[in-house]
Nanobody
Framework: QVQLVESGGGLVQAGGSLRLSCAASGLTFSWYAMGWFRQAPGKEREFVAGINRSGLKTYYSDSVKGRFTISRDNAKNTVYLQMDSLKPEDTAVYYC??????????????????RGQGTQVTVSS
């Protein structure tokens, strides 16, 4: 049974930082590209960041580029999202997702085979 479990969310002031983690189990982690998405109340889910299987290629939305960093540790079956210079508009539930064999666009939510339950990030002004 595949499980993706996010952690690290919370309440932070604007300008602050958080580091999200997503621990994967029940799959061969190194076979999967990974992504982070977010969904704010009343808005559609949007792509945040993606990373290929080796960790050598990363992708970011324009809204987070230069502020967020995605990384992975295949030995620990974990993908991370370091979020710096947080803004109130970053407030959302953040989800990680897994895509077997880099099957499609990392920016497309339909590409991914599995998704976690999410972790809430709230940025106060």
């Amino acid at each position: 049974q595949v499980q993706l479990v996010e952690s690290g969310g919370g309440l932070v002031q604007a300008g602050g930082s958080l580091r999200l983690s997503c621990a994967a189990s029940g799959l061969t982690f190194s076979w999967y590209a990974m992504g982070w998405f977010r969904q704010a109340p009343g808005k559609e889910r949007e792509f945040v960041a993606g990373i290929n299987r080796s960790g050598l290629k990363t992708y970011y939305s324009d809204s987070v580029k230069g502020r967020f960093t995605i990384s992975r540790d295949n030995a620990k079956n974990t993908v991370y999202l370091q979020m710096d210079s947080l803004k109130p508009e970053d407030t959302a539930v953040y989800y990680c997702a897994a895509d077997l064999n880099e099957s499609g666009s990392p920016r497309d939510t339909d590409t991914y085979d599995y998704r976690g339950q999410g972790t809430q990030v709230t940025v106060s002004s």
